[in-house]
């Protein structure tokens, strides 16, 4: 019986277009293993103490007690990107991103922790302190709305700011970004460094959350 090949790279493009469609439910679970097993090790990490030792160096007023705070900032600012899933993000934080760059310098550990936190190692991304509306970059948005979705917060909404927006005021971090709730009744706006307005961070899309 001959053989008619004009039929057969019809045949292997539907063979691969149904294999695709079968193992694509596979990826998806597949992915979110990966991404909890990310987050539990992010969670369950502890950073070296030389982060510690180097923070009360660069920021004397701070006290014992803040340093957990700190560290559960960047935690937080990690988990986000986590969620980002590959998407840059930024750091709203100054005291986080020090802690962060700090970080960097044990390159090995570095090296490691990110391989196992994120699946390869981030790139570094300098703190940007915010002087104007025109700062509200794609990834300070992203960073919102990932945040508040890891900690349980409405982001268009939301009722408190997560620790990593909020730590740089609450520490008193010179030349930070001062974040801040003002709530007027059922209206609530978000503000930084005194009287810049970000509320747009509320409803600001993303390309990830388009259809």
């Not at 970004?177 to 409803?203: Q, W």
Request: net charge negative; proline share 6%; hydrophobic share 40%.
């Amino acid at each position: 019986m001959e053989q008619n090949y004009d039929t057969l790279p019809g045949n292997i493009a539907a063979i691969l277009f149904l294999l695709a469609i079968g193992l694509f439910p596979l990826w998806i679970v597949w992915d979110i293993v990966v991404r909890l097993r990310r987050k539990k090790f992010i969670k369950n990490y502890r950073f070296p103490s030389i982060i510690e030792q180097k923070l009360i160096s660069e920021y004397p007023q701070l006290v014992d007690s803040d340093i957990p705070t700190i560290f559960h900032a960047l935690e937080q600012y990690n988990l986000c990107c986590v969620q980002a899933n590959k998407w840059d993000t930024t750091s709203p934080s100054k005291i986080v991103d020090f802690a962060w760059q700090q970080f960097r310098e044990n390159n090995e550990e570095y090296d490691l922790y990110c391989r196992r936190a994120f699946g390869r190692v981030l790139p570094d991304e300098p703190f940007h302190k915010i002087v104007s509306q025109d700062d509200i970059s794609e990834e300070l948005t992203r960073t919102w709305a990932n945040t508040c979705e890891i900690t349980n917060i409405n982001r268009s909404k939301p009722r408190d700011l997560p620790i990593l927006f909020s730590i740089d005021h609450a520490l008193n971090i010179p030349n930070g970004n001062h974040f801040y709730l003002i709530v007027e009744g059922k209206s609530k706006s978000l503000f930084v460094n005194n009287d810049i307005n970000l509320t747009r961070l509320f409803h600001d899309e993303l390309p990830e959350m388009c259809g």
